[in-house]
């Protein structure tokens, strides 16, 4: 019996880990474009793939956290895409695609990648892969701001 409930502790808490890990998923880029105009920040994607021990630590490590903090709250946009399935979704034209074809559309073939993109899904900046696990952060820091900055620059050009 207290085999059966250490394996029942197993089980629950390794839930608990993969749902603290769960990123918004990306389902309707269009309304997500909105909130780019509105608010003057950039959406951040992490394309992954299933059992990519890289996606895994960088969502654990860096982009899971990040979605949880306030000051990144007001700096991007954060959803995941998970090229691995077929999930439906809504693309920056309002056009149906799936995770994994919206991952081919935009050439991703490496993973982790991160995105950011602009209100037409435009790339602002991009990581591919991870260079050093000990300065994702910084290097991700250093795109977001630049992403930022060239979003700004897009949203107050005038024709």
């Not at 895409?81 to 935009?106: A, C, E, I, P, W």
């Not at 300065?135 to 930022?148: N, Q």
């Amino acid at each position: 019996m207290f085999r059966f409930y250490l394996l029942l502790l197993v089980l629950v808490s390794n839930f608990a880990v993969s749902q603290d890990l769960a990123l918004p998923l990306a389902k309707n880029l269009l309304e997500d474009a909105q909130l780019v105009r509105k608010n003057e920040t950039p959406i951040l994607i992490m394309f992954s793939i299933p059992n990519c021990p890289y996606c895994q630590e960088v969502k654990q490590e860096v982009i899971a956290p990040m979605n949880e903090l306030d000051e990144y709250k007001n700096k991007v946009i954060i959803r995941h895409v998970n090229v691995g399935t077929l999930k439906d979704m809504k693309d920056f034209y309002n056009n149906d695609t799936n995770h994994s074809r919206f991952g081919f559309q935009n050439g991703i073939n490496f993973y982790p990648t991160i995105f950011l993109m602009d209100n037409y899904g435009a790339n602002l900046g991009k990581i591919i892969g991870v260079p050093s696990m000990d300065y994702y952060w910084t290097e991700l820091d250093k795109v977001i701001d630049k992403s930022i900055t060239k979003l700004k620059r897009q949203l107050k050009a005038e024709l």
